[in-house]
C-alpha cells in the first residue's frame, strides 16, 4: 500500500509541474479525490486493527501480571511485536493522506 500512495504521489507532483488544460486538471482533481477515499478507507481499517491487536496486548499482559500467569506472557510479546509495525505503517498511511490532501488543495487553486 505505500508503494501505491508514493506512486500516486509522485505521479500528482509530476502533474502539477505541468500545465495544464481545464479538462485534465479536472481529471487529475477526480483522479486524486478517488485515491483519497481509498487511503481514507484503508487508513481506517488499519486504526481498527491496530487499536485491537493493541488492546488484545493489554489485556493479555494484565491477565498474566493479575492472575500470575506467565503462560500468557508469550501471547502478549506476539501481541507487542504486530503492535510496532502496525503503528509505523498507520503513521506512514497517515501522513501519506494528508500529503494528498496538500496535493488536492494545490490542484484546486491552479483551477482557480
Known sequence: MRKYLL????????????KLNES???SAIEDNL???QFMQ???IIHLL???TI??????TFLAAYLYE????????????????????HYYRLENGVQRLYLIHD??????E
Open 7 to 18: 506512486l500516486h504521489e509522485r505521479k500528482m507532483n509530476e502533474l502539477l509541474l505541468l
Open 24 to 26: 485534465e486538471l479536472g
Open 34 to 36: 478517488q485515491k483519497i
Open 41 to 43: 478507507h484503508e487508513r
Open 49 to 51: 486493527v491496530t487499536i
Open 54 to 59: 493493541s488492546v488484545l496486548c493489554l489485556i
Open 69 to 88: 500467569k506467565i503462560m500468557l506472557m508469550p501471547l502478549t510479546g506476539l501481541f507487542f511485536v504486530l503492535v510496532i509495525p502496525y503503528i509505523m
Open 106 to 111: 494545490k490542484l484546486m487553486e491552479k483551477q
